[in-house]
């Protein structure tokens, strides 16, 4: 806040000194009177204000210089930077830090937390029976080594369920957490699953890599550096009293050189956007019949925000669609399948799961160049129709198909339907593996993924399952999008009989895409609510379900001037009473 305080950095009564903020080749020791007066023309005036205090110019290596094109080393001034106040981070323009304070205002973040006196506990928190420490920046990625997102439970839960039923068909797994940050998804593995996995978690951070070890301390578990890999720092010389739970391997390496250098049953990438630049390392040493997890979370270029973007990292055209985010699913999908080829394998789809953070893929690696073709002939190309939204994936083979799902082309001036991909046009479940991963939910208490796994299973098999529970309760769940009933707690044996109760793996493949009710509603007309809508569609003897990529969407067989038609059929004229509403749709009924 004044000056004086900037001077009491360095004792300015004891002969020559130098700056405390910069290095000594740029400022040499000097007398009181001239590290004074630089003290006060460089630093104390070069300085971005925040509630009434000052953060003054830095010229310390507290960033990486970044190399020149000759490969040395950029000089001094180069390096002169600032420091957030609130997130800790350092910032070398004047401007750009002036912005990244008005997005903390913008946030509700105005306290500060920078410097942490040494010896202050770290934010603790606590998920799955797993305890993790957070750095006071924990939540600024491009700024943080230890990044962590509490909006990403649910995928942390698929994953550790589709790990647990492959630890079921084989054990021990040789499972790695690429990109580690905390460790807190390696940790969770270790933790439940015991001996039944070896659990390796690598980062190229070194503060990752600490936090990691640290964390390890915190939930009784051995950090092992490992002989395979360099080591990283040295951990606490206090040992735990009782026996260590588990054993986890944390290595400081790139994850293309840790996949490179090992084979695994069980490969996790979750890097920061996308995964593109780590599939073909993750194919080339992964195990038959293993399993690989890919969470993308670059949704400006998945939901087409960003088209240049998407043909740069995925090879492929899309344009933003009613059904957009099972679009984004099918474009990871067929770029894991290209990645998988390449390497002379194929893959089955375990799960696709898109929500408003992420996509999360998981697929089954099959070995063989036999398999890598068969996986090669679901990429096909998608006809979309931009005005009645209708849409077809192109028939295999070579000949030009100009023919459009709908006749909106003969009523409108112009083209209106354009071919979008490559993308995946296999299915994205399998219903059984589905079945055990609900079981494996079920059995480590994991209640907040469990109604989105049983949407799933509905989904895989295009049912609602009106048939297995109590009439039509089954449709009631609408707030949850669960194909279960709601307002009743399930125990593990009621959950296990459920499964048992679900027919085998079902013989056709779900439709692909989905309709969403309110996109294609009639004007001045009130629609049918949505689960009485799905009833009329299974009575016109159509294949039906909800659908967790949208909680209005209809997953159907029909086409879009069937859908249509059922839709008409059942809507009222807006204005109309609830009497008048039901005798209006008995007699449309009678009349059709």
């Not at 951990?235 to 996949?259: F, G, I």
């Not at 959950?495 to 895409?513: E, I, R």
């Not at 009222?572 to 009473?577: A, F, I, K």
Request: aromatic share 6%; with cysteine.
């Amino acid at each position: 806040t004044k000056l004086e305080g900037l001077e009491t950095l360095v004792d300015l009564n004891a002969g020559r000194k130098s700056c405390p903020l910069c290095p000594e080749e740029k400022f040499k020791a000097c007398y009181s009177h001239k590290l004074r007066r630089h003290l006060q023309n460089l630093h104390w005036k070069v300085y971005v204000e925040f509630k009434g205090s000052r953060m003054c110019i830095c010229h310390l290596a507290c960033r990486n210089p970044k190399p020149s094109l000759s490969g040395d080393q950029v000089s001094g001034r180069h390096m002169a930077h600032f420091h957030c106040v609130v997130c800790s981070v350092t910032i070398a323009r004047k401007t750009d830090m002036v912005s990244h304070l008005k997005r903390h205002f913008n946030k509700g973040e105005t306290e500060a937390s920078y410097p942490a006196p040494s010896g202050q506990a770290y934010e603790i928190l606590k998920e799955l029976g797993t305890n993790v420490q957070l750095l006071p920046n924990h939540s600024t990625p491009l700024k943080s080594d230890t990044y962590f997102n509490r909006k990403m439970k649910p995928n942390r839960q698929l994953v550790f369920c589709s790990l647990a039923v492959l630890a079921e068909e084989r054990n021990p797994l040789e499972c790695l957490d690429a990109f580690g940050a905390t460790g807190i998804m390696g940790l969770q593995w270790a933790k439940h699953l015991r001996s039944t996995v070896r659990v390796t978690i690598t980062d190229i951070s070194d503060t990752c890599v600490k936090m990691i070890r640290e964390n390890c301390e915190l939930n009784n578990i051995r950090a092992d550096g490992g002989s395979r890999g360099p080591r990283g720092p040295d951990r606490a010389s206090c040992e735990p009293e009782t026996a260590p739970v588990a054993t986890v391997e944390v290595a400081k390496m790139d994850a293309n050189v840790m996949m490179h250098l090992r084979p695994f049953d069980y490969i996790h990438l979750d890097p920061f956007g996308t995964a593109v630049n780590y599939l073909d390392a993750a194919f080339r040493n992964v195990r038959n019949l293993g399993i690989i997890s890919v969470t993308s979370t670059d949704t400006g270029s998945l939901y087409a925000k960003s088209p240049n973007v998407t043909l740069r990292h995925y090879g492929c055209h899309i344009v933003r669609t009613e059904y957009y985010k099972e679009l984004a699913a099918r474009m990871v999908v067929a770029t894991v399948a290209r990645a998988a080829a390449r390497c002379n394998k194929g893959i089955e789809v375990l799960l696709a799961v898109a929500l408003e953070h992420f996509v999360l893929v998981v697929v089954r690696v099959l070995r063989g160049p036999t398999q890598a073709d068969e996986s090669a002939k679901k990429l096909r190309k998608l006809v979309h129709c931009q005005w009645c939204e209708e849409r077809m994936f192109l028939k295999l083979g070579n000949m030009v198909d100009d023919t459009v799902p709908c006749h909106c082309h003969g009523s409108l001036p112009g083209k209106t339907a354009v071919q979008l991909g490559p993308l995946w046009a296999g299915p994205l479940f399998n219903t059984g593996f589905l079945r055990r991963m609900l079981s494996a939910a079920v059995q480590h208490s994991m209640d907040d993924v469990q109604p989105l796994v049983k949407t799933l299973i509905c989904e895989s098999e295009c049912t609602t399952l009106k048939s297995l529970v109590h009439g039509s309760s089954a449709l009631s769940n609408q707030a949850t999008g669960s194909c279960f009933p709601a307002g009743k707690r399930k125990s593990v044996e009621d959950c296990g009989n459920v499964v048992k109760k679900l027919k085998p793996d079902a013989s056709l493949d779900h439709p692909p895409f989905y309709y969403s009710i309110h996109r294609h509603s009639i004007r001045s007309m009130n629609m049918p609510k949505l689960n009485k809508f799905l009833q009329y569609l299974t009575e016109a003897g159509f294949r039906v379900s909800r659908t967790h990529f949208d909680p209005t969407g209809v997953r159907t067989d029909a086409t879009l001037q069937q859908f249509k038609s059922v839709l008409t059929k059942y809507s009222v004229p807006t204005g109309t009473n609830a009497a008048g509403a039901g005798q209006s749709a008995t007699s449309n009924e009678k009349a059709v």
